[in-house]
């Protein structure tokens, strides 16, 4: 078993900053992907960036790329999602993931909710105009 928590959610202003933390803990060393996705009420939950621990690609949607960046703290066993330049359309409620399977996952993989077996409780990022 793993478990995830997130935080570091809030209001920001359009072309502010925030900082995401996921601090796993648990069968940690199972870890093999972790990711970040998004999900707006009445929408599905939307891929954004993915980093796989145990063989290094790291993976960004088209819509965050150059803007967010998915780092972790092998120390804290955290991940991090550093979101730049934020835009009112990023306003969701984000949510970590985490595989364990072990499988190298290609970018259509990796954007896939399915493919992660735990999942944190999500925080509320909102973006102002």
């Known amino acids: 078993q793993v478990q995830l928590v997130e935080s570091g959610g809030g209001l920001v202003q359009a072309g502010g900053s925030l900082r995401l933390s996921c601090a796993a803990s648990g069968r940690t060393f199972s870890i093999a992907t972790m990711a970040w996705f998004r999900q707006v009420p009445g929408q599905e939950r939307e891929f954004v960036a993915a980093?796989?621990?145990?063989?290094?690609?790291?993976y960004y949607a088209d819509s965050v790329k150059g803007r967010f960046t998915i780092s972790r703290d092998n120390a804290r066993i955290t991940a991090y999602l550093q979101m730049n330049s934020l835009k009112p359309e990023d306003t969701a409620v984000y949510y970590c993931?985490?595989?364990?399977?072990?499988?190298?996952?290609?970018?259509?993989?990796?954007?896939?909710?399915?493919?992660?077996?735990?999942w944190g409780q999500g925080t509320q990022v909102t973006v102002s105009s």
């Open positions: 993931a985490a595989d364990t399977k072990g499988k190298y996952l290609s970018d259509y993989e990796a954007a896939v909710p399915r493919n992660y077996e735990y």
């Open positions: 980093s796989s621990w145990r063989y290094g690609p790291t």
